[in-house]
């Protein structure tokens, strides 16, 4: 058993960072420059091509993230990256229609379409379109508008026989929450983006498909009724309507949203925020971390609407699950022979750092029956990092009605400066600029010993918030409180065991792991 070199649980712009450099460093030189999907590194190591995701899904997930980074926290990002992504992604789209089409082989001509990467495609369309001002990204996104209004419709979804008579072969990915269900968010970042108006209605369609035929009020999973048991799209379009509830401002779709949070969430995540890859896997603790991103940007969302206790879970979610499932030592993984000088068998370890798969809650690799194999597929750390830049944002945000505080992370703004509690004395903050100043107090401190210094005026409680109305600008308030020891026992119904968890405040202390390999954390 070993324990792996982690990243600081309070440093998420140092986890972004690291994953852009993965992000950056995937592109096969045996198929010009086209981003590698498949990661292995037990029982074979290797990056590889696949026939469904190659070309389109790993490039929209990896540009979304990739700008997103270099807008939230000014990450650099070097150009030739973005432009093997970029022709990747219009390689996808340079077949007889505006859809992401995919080769069979290294070389062969676009005859696969998989609805699947929908989601993927319009993220890198938005990306450009929005980061880059890219005239031909914008062209692609609304002639893909077009053209799934001609080949799709709610009622009937896919013309098939139209698709086959462009010469495609149609990918069967199950039902619309695991195919055309998943465009929802990117197609609401374009709008935001652009005000592209055919995007918000074919948005709303699909929002009416979802929350009329699978997120029903009640908020229950029912995976008969979601044709699926592939976690990831359950959460990604559930966050995609939180989004969209977002925009609109329509609070009652939010309150479905959080219908589901509160109830058939709990069929794929656990109190940390952990996410099983699949709702039908047994004997098996192995999640995936771009599952448990979604769920963070929903309790973002849900944070900032006011129901403040999302802001709890989206900071153990942080601290207790994808900050430290974050590849950070490479010392397990050995680059292969390579006697023919396969790109793929190159730098394998080196070209891992940084990245995120689909780790238990207490390691990299599951006890029991586990995934069958150790993997890092390269989508993953695209969307998890893509997360962690919304959390990024969400830490201090600045309103109309002041400064708030939202999360306890080291942070610096140009109004407010945050030193956390973790591994400080108390949680100390800083105005750099005039106006009322709250505080989230997590919900285990103890109000009664919660001190205050430093602070020109006694601040008085606004729900979860301390506010400060006329915090002194430069000087430091100090709020002082004990990072409380508690135990968490992680959920039964889906782990393969209950997993004890010693917390101190929201960070973990030590967890159970059975006798795991690579973990995260001391042994409970």
């Not at 592209?196 to 209605?201: F, G, I, Q, S, V």
Request: with cysteine; charged share 25%; hydrophobic share 40%.
């Amino acid at each position: 058993m070993a324990i792996l070199d982690q990243v600081n649980d309070r440093d998420i712009d140092a986890a972004i960072r690291l994953g852009c450099r993965t992000m950056q460093n995937v592109f096969d030189a045996d198929d010009d420059g086209v981003p590698f999907f498949r990661s292995l590194i037990e029982p074979e190591t290797l990056l590889a091509f696949s026939q469904v995701h190659s070309e389109s899904h790993v490039p929209g997930r990896h540009l979304n993230a990739l700008l997103n980074a270099e807008d939230a926290i000014g990450a650099s990002v070097d150009e030739r990256a973005l432009d093997n992504h970029r022709r990747a992604v219009l390689l996808s789209y340079g077949g007889p229609v505006a859809l992401p089409l995919n080769r069979r082989q290294v070389g062969g001509p676009l005859v696969n379409f998989c609805p699947h990467n929908l989601r993927e495609g319009f993220h890198a369309l938005y990306a450009l379109t929005k980061y880059r001002d890219d005239v031909e990204a914008r062209q692609l996104a609304e002639r893909s508008i077009a053209a799934i209004g001609t080949l799709w419709s709610p009622e009937r979804r896919w013309d098939k026989q139209a698709i086959a008579d462009l010469g495609i072969h149609y990918l069967d990915s199950k039902g619309f929450i695991q195919s055309e269900g998943r465009m929802l968010g990117p197609l609401v970042k374009y709008y935001r983006a652009t005000g592209y108006a055919p995007a918000l209605e074919l948005a709303l369609v699909l929002k009416e498909k979802a929350i009329g035929e699978f997120y029903l009020p009640d908020g229950r999973f029912d995976q008969q009724r979601f044709d699926t048991s592939h976690s990831h799209s359950v959460t990604c379009v559930l966050s995609s309507l939180a989004q969209l509830a977002d925009l609109l401002g329509d609070g009652a779709l939010m309150l479905q949203v959080m219908a589901f949070c509160e109830d058939g969430l709990w069929a794929m995540r656990d109190e940390l925020g952990w996410s099983c890859e699949s709702t039908a896997q047994q004997g098996s603790d192995h999640g995936e971390a771009n599952n448990s991103g979604d769920i963070l940007e929903t309790a973002l969302i849900l944070g900032r609407w006011g129901f403040t206790e999302y802001y709890h879970d989206a900071e153990r979610i942080l601290r207790g699950h994808l900050l430290p499932a974050q590849v950070r030592d490479t010392s397990f993984i050995t680059d292969p022979p390579n006697p023919d000088g396969i790109d793929g068998l190159r730098n394998v370890a080196d070209r891992h750092l940084g990245s995120y798969g689909f780790p238990a809650p207490y390691g990299h690799k599951s006890v029991g029956k586990g995934r069958g194999n150790l993997s890092f597929n390269m989508d993953i750390v695209g969307g998890t990092v893509a997360s962690l830049c919304e959390a990024y944002r969400e830490v201090v945000c600045e309103q109309a009605t002041g400064h708030w505080v939202n999360m306890l992370f080291d942070h610096e703004t140009d109004a407010v400066r945050v030193q956390s509690p973790y591994g400080n004395k108390g949680l100390l903050v800083t105005m750099k600029r005039e106006g009322p100043l709250f505080v989230r107090i997590p919900p285990w401190v103890d109000r009664a010993e919660l001190k205050v210094s430093g602070a020109s005026e006694s601040p008085i409680w606004s729900e979860d918030y301390l506010l400060f109305s006329q915090p002194t600008i430069g000087q430091s308030i100090c709020i002082d409180f004990s990072l409380q020891e508690q135990e968490l026992v992680l959920c039964e119904r889906l782990h393969i065991r209950p997993i004890r968890v010693r917390m101190r405040g929201d960070a973990v202390v030590a967890m159970e792991n059975f006798g795991a390999e690579l973990t995260f954390f001391d042994s409970y």
